[in-house]
């Protein structure tokens, strides 16, 4: 919002493109399903749609997503360039004690989009390709594992850094 961006989160976009609603949760091979490979390309290939028509109509776009594989943070850095727009990749950091206290917090709220459990969370700390060296003028890293005040500062301030580097 500090941005003046349009958010686009891939949990949502991912449901919405499967047909299922935005809190239904997903488990077994549903859950398995909803994050194969195929699933994974379908929806990012739609979250890029967006990201389009979002830019096309002359506003910033965030592309709230786990971009774990190298290909998808490329394929969004093309975009960003193919668009004319600027291209900035938020690394969030925290210990995985705390990523998997989160977790485990936000699914027994059971309140939002997100399938997330410790199991997936586990599994994408193990696929998880990591920021390149040659990523890194593109990239502002937000340590996150803080409070939540704390935590609302740091988004700010990194806000604030990328709205100054425009």
């Given at each position: 919002e500090r941005l003046g961006a349009v958010r686009v989160r891939s949990d949502i976009e991912r449901k919405r493109l499967f047909g299922i609603g935005q809190t239904a949760r997903m488990a077994?091979?549903?859950?398995?399903?909803?994050?194969?490979?195929?699933?994974?390309?379908?929806?990012?290939?739609?979250?890029?749609?967006?990201?389009?028509?979002?830019?096309?109509?002359?506003?910033p776009a965030i592309i709230d997503a786990a971009f774990l594989?190298?290909?998808?943070?490329?394929?969004?850095?093309?975009?960003?360039?193919?668009?004319?727009?600027?291209?900035?990749?938020?690394?969030?950091?925290?210990?995985?004690?705390?990523?998997?206290?989160?977790v485990a917090q936000r699914a027994a709220r059971d309140a939002?989009?997100?399938?997330?459990?410790?199991?997936?969370?586990?599994?994408?700390?193990?696929?998880?390709?990591?920021?390149?060296?040659?990523?890194?003028?593109?990239?502002?890293?937000v340590d996150t594992d803080v409070d939540a005040r704390a935590f609302e500062t740091r988004c700010g301030e990194a806000a604030t850094r990328l709205a100054e580097e425009d």
């Open positions: 077994g091979g549903e859950l398995d399903a909803l994050y194969a490979q195929d699933a994974n390309l379908r929806t990012y290939a739609r979250l890029a749609e967006i990201a389009r028509t979002i830019v096309a109509a002359g506003y594989k190298r290909a998808e943070r490329d394929e969004f850095r093309a975009l960003a360039r193919d668009l004319g727009a600027r291209f900035a990749l938020i690394e969030c950091s925290a210990a995985p004690a705390a990523l998997r206290a989160r939002d989009a997100s399938d997330a459990t410790v199991a997936v969370l586990e599994r994408q700390m193990a696929t998880h390709e990591p920021v390149a060296d040659d990523e890194r003028a593109d990239t502002l890293t």
